[in-house]
C-alpha cells in the first residue's frame, strides 16, 4: 500500500477478506467489505444480519464491524455502499480529502458497477484506483501453515476423484456420478472435514467433453464414451482442483494418442515448474513436448491457487502461459491444467502442485494416464 501509495484499501473479495481477517460465510452476494487503513486497524462493513455473527469467524471485535440496514438491500433506488462510504469516513477508515488515493478491488467479482459508483459519489475529493489484485499478490507464496492445508484438501482431492472414476459406470446417470463426488467432499479425509467448493464438479462426456467447463445432466454415462471430470478437495477454504479422464469402454485410437502425448507433455512442464522458472517456461515445455505428436494448447497450462470462493478457485495473479515473466517461487501453488479440448472429443489431466526449493510437490498423485473401463 505504501508503495502504490494508498491512504486506503476497499477490499470486496471474498477471498481477500477470508486471508485477511478470516471471516468465512455465504454473505457474499450482497455487498460487504473490509476497509484497510494505511495506518490503524482495518474495519469490516456488511449487512445487518451477518455483522451479528462475523465475529464467530473473524479476529476482528464486534466494535470493529458494522452493519449497514436491511432495507438497504437489494433496492433499485438505493445501493448499501452509499451507507458504508458515510461510516467509513465517519469511523475514520476512508478519508476524503484531495490527495488522498484510495485503492479498490476493480476486477473483483462481487463488486458491482452500481457499488463502485455509489463509493465514488461518496468520495468526491480523494481518487479511486485500481488496486490491481493487490492483496492477491501478497496470498500467492504460501506459509507453512497454508502449504500444510493445501496438503490437506490434495488429500480430499485424490480420494474424491478416486469416487469419482469409480462411480462413472455406463447406464449410470451423470447426476448420480455427481451426487457421489459431493457427498465425498464434504466427508474429507484422515477425519478432517471438506469445504465445498468455489467451482461444482464438471464432467462433461462424450461429445460434450470437446467444451470445457460443462457442468451435468441426467443422462446415463454410455459405453464408448469417455467423460472429463474436474473437480477440487477444499480444506479451510484452500482449493486444489484436480482433473481426469475416464473412457468406458477402449478408447479411440486418437483419444489414446492425446492421452500419451500429454502424460508426456506433464512430465515436461513438471520439471520446468521450479524456483528461478517462470509461466512463459512452463507453457513452453509443455508446448514442444506434445507439439512432437503435432498437438496445439491454445488456453494456458496452469495458474496459481490458494484459497478459494466462488465463482472461482484461482487466484487472477501468475498464469502459466506464454509472455508471463513472474518468478516462481517456493511456497508458490499452482493448478497445472492440461486440457485438449477437440471437436467432437476430448481429454483432461490435471496436477496441482505446491513449489518446494528442489521443484514441483503433487498434492493429489494419482496415476497421471487415461483411466479405461471395461
Known amino acids: 500500500m505504501a508503495r502504490s501509495r494508498l491512504g486506503a484499501l476497499v477490499v470486496t473479495d471474498p477471498a481477500n477478506l477470508y486471508y485477511l481477517t478470516g471471516y468465512n460465510a455465504w454473505s457474499f452476494y450482497v455487498p460487504q467489505c473490509l476497509v484497510v487503513p494505511a495506518a490503524g486497524e482495518p474495519q469490516l462493513f456488511m449487512r445487518e444480519m451477518d455483522a451479528q455473527g462475523a465475529h464467530y469467524t473473524a479476529y476482528l471485535p464486534t466494535e470493529l464491524v458494522h452493519g449497514y440496514p436491511e432495507d438497504l438491500v437489494h433496492r433499485p433506488d438505493r445501493h448499501p455502499m452509499s451507507w458504508i462510504v458515510r461510516r467509513a469516513v465517519e469511523v475514520g477508515v476512508l478519508a476524503d480529502r484531495p490527495g488522498v ?177 517462470t509461466g512463459h517456461l512452463v507453457q513452453e515445455a509443455f508446448a514442444e513436448s506434445v507439439g512432437r505428436s503435432g498437438y496445439v494448447k491454445r488456453s494456458r497450462v496452469g495458474y496459481s491457487i490458494g484459497i478459494g470462493y466462488p465463482p472461482d478457485w484461482g487466484e487472477r495473479t501468475i498464469s502459466l502461459r506464454q509472455g508471463d515473466l513472474t518468478v516462481i517461487q517456493p511456497g508458490m501453488a499452482f493448478h497445472l491444467i492440461l486440457g485438449m479440448w477437440m471437436d467432437g472429443w476430448g481429454y483432461e489431466l490435471s496436477e496441482p502442485v505446491l513449489v518446494g526449493p528442489e521443484g514441483a510437490e503433487r498434492l493429489a498423485p494419482l496415476p497421471q494416464e487415461l483411466f479405461v473401463k471395461t
Open 101 to 277: 488515493r484510495i485503492g479498490v478491488e476493480a476486477d473483483a467479482p462481487y463488486f458491482s458497477v452500481r457499488g463502485y459508483q455509489a463509493l465514488a459519489d461518496g468520495l468526491v475529493r480523494a481518487e479511486l484506483v485500481d488496486s490491481r489484485e493487490l492483496v492477491n499478490w501478497v496470498r500467492v507464496v504460501k506459509s507453512p501453515l497454508e502449504q500444510d492445508k493445501l496438503r490437506v484438501a490434495g488429500e480430499i482431492a485424490q480420494v474424491v476423484m478416486q469416487v469419482a472414476i469409480d462411480h462413472v459406470e455406463p447406464g449410470r446417470r451423470q447426476c448420480d456420478v455427481v451426487a457421489q463426488i459431493q457427498y465425498a467432499q464434504t466427508l474429507g479425509a484422515r477425519k478432517l472435514g471438506g469445504d465445498y467448493p468455489a467451482i461444482v464438479p464438471m464432467l462433461p462426456t462424450g461429445e460434450t467433453a470437446g467444451t470445457p467447463h460443462l457442468t451435468w445432466s441426467d443422462l446415463p454415462l454410455r459405453s464408448g464414451e469417455a467423460t472429463t471430470i474436474e473437480l477440487a478437495g477444499v480444506y479451510d477454504r484452500y482449493h486444489v482442483p484436480l482433473a481426469r479422464t475416464v473412457s468406458l469402454g477402449p478408447p479411440t485410437a486418437e483419444l489414446a494418442r492425446c492421452a500419451e502425448a500429454v502424460t508426456e507433455g506433464v512430465q515436461a512442464a513438471l520439471a520446468q515448474l521450479r524456483p528461478g522458472s
